[in-house]
């Protein structure tokens, strides 16, 4: 078990979505696994190769442990997004790393540390990022694999108001990354690379684009479950073709479609970091020459769906989008997405500081909210997890009672250092004392979001609480009283908030799965690092 | 060196007498070395991954042992194997796929290098598709000499000039991309291949001859910075693009930039992944890559000698698409021909239209200006 705060496991979900992966089906929704030593103890620490991994290749954990059993090599994995995990890797170098497992190198690459940092890679894998769209939307629109429809097609379907989709966020996870880089350089039209110049050009079509976002979610993963458990939110979604493929809704498989101007495929390189033992590029080079190995591409091609050197390519020709060359770029596309085009977020965060956050905990929330105002930012693109342009936050702090809220907005022509100044002012004030009444705080949250709710905004709330119900309305209550409808009332959107949590200390993550599961949300286990337990859920709101 | 901890101290003292008795500089490096098991040297390489096949090979590591050699390799973009730190300690040799790369390499360790060997080459070639080489053929830029399709450099340039869209050529609903028309290659900032297919790009498109002068060079950077910026980001190794060039199809690149021996081991292996649609294409000039062995110690040597000389290892270099110079040439054609391949690989002799290498200075000029040309992209 590892420090570093992995993507927590998808919750399995037992309708609609047909995945095949073992381990997936039995990992438990609120227990969320930290690392995985794929291969358990029988293999020697010598022969053990510690990476860190993009959580997407959780589906080759079975084949991982069967490699440990007759290679006698086993990986020790610690999951985290692309992004989050490159820059950690860029700042701070390999440390108790000795390789990588990320759906791409693509991001490492464009920094010029990468050439000090990679050792070696080899490509194990590839999976294209596509749109997997109901077969009655696919009908509907008159698209098909065989007649994929180009990305300014895509935008005149979302702007005449026919088509909706879910895709994941291009900072937290490499499927919404792709999704954006496609659109953004098929949208340019130089039919090249994007470069930072490109971008003012391609705002409006993407702001356009967005009103059609109407799931978003932190893991590729999470956005399947979720879509598979309420394909009415979304006419399709943004996502890994190994996982769309494996996917039906009503009965039916997804119909998925590569826009004819390209796609971005991720092609899981396992690399070797500098400075690895000797011990560890022996482990590397068995590793790679197993998975490399017929049959085990030929397994891989067959239980993650994911294309192999045993895989030939489909019929259909599916153009590959090129990647910027530069890390400006990358970065200035970022921004901009989150600054400009981007749907906005509504957030409204309930703040545990009842009388058992005094002291450490209080510090270390107070740390961990700073990721909403950007002081706790160590990377250009942490930075976007603050307060952008467009978006409204409110918290309230709760104990016995639900305290009063503050709300904070920020316009397009505001100076954001401004605003987060004075969230960091707020921040500051909160003292702890009382009792935990997180219910009967959380259902009036809930009717006042609703009130506010609307297409044109990601709503959602975030619970935090480090301790279990000890006042007010219990959760069957309020179970009860959500399912008759009592805290969407009058809202046009208020039906779907969904309600995150994150579990410090004693809380009852059992209890707040069981709520976030409720509402369509999610519970994250904070373990011993808040600050990065709210940097990962900033990326489903 | 990292110590082997496994190895137990007796065990690598006895290692230690032995290194001494014998007088073997680099066994340092060695790790299983078994002092009772007889005279296998171990010898570690850092190559091209264009090469990584070959001495990875159970064949080729089987002869390799025949002759009291454990070879193992680690790979390495040839421009970027020079940069690695303590090269010349850990390496027994470094095995680049250009004379320049390697050349380079020499000169930045004198004292180290013991030789220098070019023992086999390989010409730069286009991996592509038949619907493309047909759209490229109605527009006149791809023609068959022969039984070998050759591109023409001079009229792809023009069309990448021009920026034009795959769609915007005649015929083009067999391939109605709306990228443009440009190879795909390796990263110029780190790959022999893209180094080999710019030096390529600049004899063309200086009236076929060698770029031989600064102004020369200077009055290309736009011209050939376009050829690699407009890639976006690409590969470090040649591995990477002919890897991904078989599976994911004509829609991934249409046109690769590879060593021509990369398709004909893939083709040349059972099961092959080459369909009836994937084509090798030779550009016009075309361009050798010259693989080149730098040694560091005598079992390096002892490997480059192998290579240079023997005519079982001119067999596999064969297989696996590497054409041996000197003693052994001929043996390429040989082995094409065993596997009824002969049309698809232009024979030795047939290469008429050749481009060279400029010098040293100006192959640095070029891929270091060009290099930088990535770092200033933002309006």
């Given at each position: 078990?590892?420090?570093?705060?992995?993507?927590?496991?998808?919750?399995?979900?037992?309708?609609?979505?047909?995945?095949?992966?073992?381990?997936?089906?039995?990992?438990?929704?609120?227990?969320?696994?930290?690392?995985?030593?794929?291969?358990?103890?029988?293999?020697?620490?010598?022969?053990?190769?510690?990476?860190?991994?993009?959580?997407?290749?959780?589906?080759?954990?079975?084949?991982?442990?069967?490699?440990?059993?007759?290679?006698?090599?086993?990986?020790?994995?610690?999951?985290?997004?692309?992004?989050?995990?490159?820059?950690?890797?860029?700042?701070?170098?390999?440390?108790?790393?000795?390789?990588?497992?990320?759906?791409?190198?693509?991001?490492?690459?464009?920094?010029?540390?990468?050439?000090?940092?990679?050792?070696?890679?080899?490509?194990?894998?590839?999976?294209?990022?596509?749109?997997?769209?109901?077969?009655?939307?696919?009908?509907?629109?008159?698209?098909?694999?065989?007649?994929?429809?180009?990305?300014?097609?895509?935008?005149?379907?979302?702007?005449?108001?026919?088509?909706?989709?879910?895709?994941?966020?291009?900072?937290?996870?490499?499927?919404?990354?792709?999704?954006?880089?496609?659109?953004?350089?098929?949208?340019?039209?130089?039919?090249?690379?994007?470069?930072?110049?490109?971008?003012p050009a391609v705002v409006e079509p993407l702001t356009a684009f967005s009103a059609g976002h109407a799931l978003t979610a932190g893991s590729s993963g999470w956005l399947a479950e979720r879509f598979a458990e309420n394909p009415g939110a979304a006419d399709g979604i943004f996502n890994y073709e190994s996982v769309l493929s494996g996917m039906s809704i009503g009965g039916q498989p997804l119909v998925l479609i590569a826009p004819s101007d390209g796609v971005v495929t991720a092609d899981y390189p396992l690399t070797l970091l500098s400075g690895a033992s000797e011990e560890a590029r022996t482990a590397y080079q068995a590793i790679v020459a197993h998975l490399s190995s017929e049959e085990i591409q030929r397994r891989i091609a067959e239980t993650t769906r994911r294309r192999t050197s045993t895989t030939t390519a489909g019929d259909a020709v599916v153009f590959e989008t090129p990647y910027p060359a530069s890390l400006e770029t990358v970065q200035a596309l970022l921004r901009t997405w989150f600054e400009q085009t981007r749907k906005p977020s509504r957030m409204w965060f309930q703040i545990d500081t009842s009388g058992s956050m005094a002291g450490e905990r209080l510090e270390a929330l107070k740390t961990a909210l700073g990721v909403l105002t950007g002081r706790e930012a160590q990377s250009a693109n942490e930075s976007l997890l603050a307060l952008q342009p467009r978006e409204t936050l409110t918290i309230r702090e709760f104990d016995s009672v639900l305290g009063p809220a503050h709300t904070f907005s920020l316009s397009e022509d505001q100076d954001p250092a401004g605003v987060h100044r004075e969230m960091d002012a707020m921040i500051d004030s909160l003292e702890a004392g009382g009792d935990t009444a997180i219910y009967s705080s959380l259902a009036q949250i809930l009717q006042e979001a609703a009130g506010e709710a609307t297409p044109e905004t990601f709503t959602s709330v975030v619970v935090f609480t480090d301790g279990e119900n000890t006042a007010g309305m219990d959760l069957a209550d309020f179970r009860k009283a959500y399912s008759a409808g009592e805290y969407s009332a009058g809202s046009s959107d208020g039906g779907s908030i969904p309600v995150f949590a994150i579990a410090f200390g004693e809380a009852d993550s059992q209890e707040l799965a069981d709520l976030t599961e409720l509402t369509g949300g999610r519970v994250f286990d904070a373990g011993d690092d808040l600050t990065a337990a709210f940097r990962e859920i900033r990326g489903y709101l | 060196m990292r110590s082997k901890a496994t190895a137990g101290i007796i065990g690598g003292a006895i290692v230690i007498v032995l290194v001494v008795l014998l007088g073997v500089a680099y066994f340092s490096r060695s790790t299983g070395f078994n002092p009772f098991g007889g005279s296998t040297v171990e010898v570690r390489g850092i190559v091209g991954s264009e090469k990584a096949d070959f001495f990875r090979d159970p064949e080729v590591i089987a002869l390799f042992e025949k002759h009291d050699l454990a070879v193992t390799v680690d790979t390495a973009g040839s421009w970027e194997m020079g940069r690695k730190p303590g090269l010349t300690e850990t390496y027994d040799f470094a095995f680049p796929a250009s004379d320049v790369a390697g050349r380079r390499i020499q000169q930045e360790n004198p004292d180290a290098t013991r030789s220098v060997s070019t023992p086999f080459f390989s010409p730069i070639a286009i991996a592509t598709f038949q619907p493309v080489l047909d759209v490229l053929a109605q527009n006149g830029v791809a023609t068959k000499v022969g039984d070998t399709w050759q591109i023409d450099m001079d009229a792809y340039l023009a069309l990448v000039s021009q920026d034009t869209r795959w769609n915007q050529l005649a015929g083009s609903e067999a391939y109605p991309s709306s990228r443009s028309v440009l190879f795909s290659s390796t990263d110029i900032r780190s790959s022999n291949s893209a180094g080999m297919y710019m030096a390529l790009a600049s004899y063309s498109l200086n009236g076929d001859e060698v770029v031989s002068t600064p102004e020369q060079a200077s009055a290309q950077v736009d011209q050939l910075s376009r050829l690699f910026i407009g890639q976006g980001y690409a590969q470090s190794s040649s591995a990477g693009p002919f890897e991904r060039y078989l599976s994911r199809g004509a829609g991934e690149a249409p046109l690769v930039v590879i060593y021509e021996g990369q398709f004909f081991a893939e083709q040349a292996r059972e099961n092959s992944r080459i369909t009836d649609q994937m084509v090798l294409a030779y550009p016009s000039p075309t361009i050798f890559s010259t693989h080149t062995g730098v040694t560091f110690s005598e079992g390096g040597d002892a490997v480059m000698q192998l290579l240079s000389e023997d005519p079982e290892f001119a067999r596999l270099l064969a297989e696996h698409g590497f054409r041996t110079s000197g003693p052994n040439a001929g043996v390429f054609d040989q082995v094409v021909a065993e596997h009824g391949l002969q049309g698809s690989y232009r024979p030795a002799g047939e290469f008429v239209d050749l481009a060279q290498m400029p010098s040293y200075e100006i192959m640095t000029y070029l891929l270091e200006t060009i290099g930088s040309r990535y770092e200033i992209q933002t309006p």
């Open positions: 078990m590892r420090s570093r705060r992995p993507e927590p496991a998808p919750v399995p979900s037992t309708a609609g979505i047909s995945r095949r992966s073992v381990l997936m089906a039995a990992a438990p929704a609120a227990v969320l696994p930290l690392a995985a030593c794929t291969g358990g103890g029988d293999v020697s620490e010598e022969k053990t190769l510690t990476v860190l991994a993009g959580s997407e290749i959780r589906d080759l954990e079975p084949l991982l442990a069967e490699m440990a059993e007759s290679i006698g090599y086993a990986l020790d994995i610690t999951y985290q997004g692309t992004l989050d995990g490159t820059d950690a890797l860029v700042s701070g170098g390999p440390g108790e790393y000795q390789a990588t497992w990320f759906p791409s190198n693509y991001y490492l690459s464009l920094f010029q540390q990468s050439a000090a940092l990679i050792d070696q890679q080899s490509p194990i894998m590839s999976s294209p990022v596509v749109l997997g769209l109901t077969s009655e939307a696919a009908a509907r629109l008159g698209w098909s694999a065989a007649q994929p429809p180009s990305w300014q097609d895509l935008i005149e379907a979302v702007r005449a108001g026919s088509l909706t989709f879910g895709m994941t966020s291009p900072l937290s996870s490499n499927s919404g990354f792709s999704t954006l880089l496609e659109a953004a350089t098929a949208l340019s039209g130089t039919g090249t690379a994007l470069a930072a110049a490109d971008i | -």
